[in-house]
């Protein structure tokens, strides 16, 4: 069965940290793309951060709201992506959630986490 559980959000102030973890099983996570994608409330989802694995470390792509506030990672050993949150706004509050997916002959194969609660107030 494949499982993506995510974890390590709640109430920030602005300014504050946050780091999200995500830990995958029941696929070979080293074959996926993995990401980091938020929403909320009223809003469509958007795609926070996104990490494809290779030879030279990866390719990571960002939200340019993001862009040098937060870093996403993965440790293969441990099954486990993350996203690191620094420099927190309100505006980055939203339920986050991590994302698995890769092509499979010729058809996306996604797989999706339940989602972690992310609110930056003072």
């Known amino acids: 069965e494949v499982q993506l559980v995510e974890s390590g959000g709640g109430l920030v102030e602005p300014g504050g940290s946050l780091k999200l973890s995500c830990t995958a099983s029941?696929?070979?996570?080293?074959?996926?793309?993995m990401g980091w994608v938020r929403q909320a409330p009223g809003k469509g989802r958007e795609l926070v951060a996104r990490l494809i694995s290779g030879v030279s470390g990866g390719t990571t792509n960002y939200l340019d709201s993001v862009k040098g506030r937060f870093t996403i990672s993965r440790d293969g050993a441990k099954n486990t992506l993350y996203l690191q949150m620094n420099s927190l706004k309100p505006e980055d509050s939203a339920v986050y959630y991590c994302?698995?997916?890769?092509?499979?002959?010729?058809?996306?194969?996604?797989?999706w986490g339940q989602g972690t609660q992310v609110t930056v107030s003072s």
């Open positions: 994302n698995a997916d890769r092509v499979l002959s010729g058809t996306l194969v996604r797989y």
């Open positions: 029941g696929f070979t996570f080293g074959h996926y793309g």
